[in-house]
């Protein structure tokens, strides 16, 4: 069948289509954002090995924001009017430009934290607001093309360009950097209530629920991709360091484990069914993925710190190196389990108990560590956190599971 790409109105698709599911542009989409999650993890790694905590963790959020959040706006949006014509392919193409963009500004966002005086975003900021007015000319496009959505496509574009205007001035006021964070705070808050504004003032995009949830995933898997790499880098680490040993084999076998049980974790929860009965429960759903995406990616910076330590690099001990690996995979569970709860309205207290096994298990690889055990050791250990939920889950939890959510999506 010839597919006409040339141009199809922008009038909002159907929120209960049967199939629907990610396009090759959305996946080719989520491509670049590999690029970018490696760029922040990359950065993180090198400041958390010379012990600069700090500037590790307000780089990563500073970076993660801008990356997560454009690709949430982007993602929802396309969600409810993907054309696929050569008009939405193009701001496609300029959105992927401006991760490129930011990504090549996270080094200096990290360089200048950590000398703190101002902050260099300029080259960050530059990308961020090149994918935000892309976005802002598709939502110009939905206002004239689809009038029953018009005032809440406008308060979409009104919103992201008031916060580009100050996202750029920003950039040349250069103020020290304890005002910059204020009024970046602000700038966050403001990116962050438009889309409750523009759906809850003025009604809502027909997004599909079950599409939603797939990209989300989509996405994960990706970012997942950074805890792999960290894994690369800790291996050949080991082997440069003591050969093929024993040794390598745990970090290998931990760190692909510990990939393996945070994505069945994540997919043992069909999300979509969720959504579809509860869609005004989405918000704190789609936001708060922002942190869970960045935990992944402190996940594999972790492992790339273990690498630093491994080859005798890093300015930090092995207990350190373990902490920066349990500390964000522990984030990564909490945010699991918040997420489960506030979708389904509702708190198991089976759940309680995995949570205090994952507590645990993190403890004791770091504990391990401290005690005179190997990396490799405390990585297969911290490994078998996610472990506990998986196995709690297939032999119990998932009755547990199944009717809370029943419940959650019962007619009402």
Not at 120 to 140: C, E, K, Q, S
Not at 195 to 223: D, K, Q, S, V
Not at 285 to 301: E, H, K
């Amino acid at each position: 069948m010839t597919v006409n790409h040339l141009y199809a109105r922008m009038t909002g698709r159907n929120p209960n289509e049967t199939h629907r599911s990610a396009t090759p542009l959305e996946l080719l989409f989520d491509l670049v954002f590999v690029v970018a999650f490696s760029q922040v993890g990359t950065q993180m790694a090198h400041y958390l090995e010379l012990g600069h905590t700090g500037t590790a963790m307000l780089g990563w959020w500073f970076a993660t924001f801008a990356t997560a959040w454009a690709w949430i706006n982007y993602s929802w949006l396309a969600s409810a009017y993907d054309t696929d014509d050569v008009y939405f392919r193009l701001a496609t193409m300029v959105v992927m430009i401006g991760v490129l963009i930011v990504a090549l500004g996270v080094p200096s966002v990290f360089h200048s934290i950590d000398e703190g005086r101002t902050l260099d975003n300029g080259v960050m900021v530059a990308g961020y607001v090149i994918m935000r007015v892309a976005t802002i000319a598709l939502w110009l496009r939905v206002a004239r093309e689809d009038p029953e959505r018009r005032r809440t496509a406008l308060a979409y574009a009104g919103n992201i360009a008031i916060a580009q205007v100050g996202w750029v001035a920003l950039i040349f006021l250069s103020l020290p950097i304890g005002t910059t964070l204020v009024f970046t705070t602000l700038l966050v808050l403001l990116e962050l209530a438009g889309p409750l504004f523009a759906e809850l003032r003025f009604g809502r995009t027909p997004w599909h629920p079950h599409h939603i949830a797939e990209r989300y995933g989509l996405l994960l898997i990706i970012t997942l991709g950074e805890v792999i790499l960290g894994t690369i880098l800790a291996i050949s680490a080991v082997v440069e360091e003591q050969g093929w040993t024993l040794e390598a084999a745990f970090v290998a076998f931990g760190g692909v484990a510990l990939t393996f049980g945070m994505w069945w974790m994540y997919f043992a929860i069909p999300w979509g069914a969720v959504l579809k009965a509860h869609p005004g429960r989405a918000w704190g759903w789609g936001y708060l993925q922002i942190l869970m995406f960045g935990s992944v990616v402190a996940v594999g910076a972790g492992l790339h710190v273990a690498a630093y330590v491994i080859s005798h690099e890093a300015h930090v001990d092995a207990v350190f190196a373990a902490m920066t690996i349990a500390v964000p995979v522990l984030a990564f569970e909490t945010m699991l389990f918040v997420l489960y709860a506030l979708l389904v309205m509702e708190v198991d207290l089976f759940h309680l108990w995995l949570f205090l096994g994952v507590i645990a298990v993190l403890a004791i690889g770091v504990g391990a560590v401290a005690l005179g055990a190997s990396l490799g050791v405390g990585i297969l250990l911290i490994a078998c956190s996610p472990v506990v939920v998986v196995v709690g889950y297939e032999t119990v939890g998932w009755r547990h599971g199944q009717e809370m959510l029943a419940r959650a999506t019962a007619p009402r």
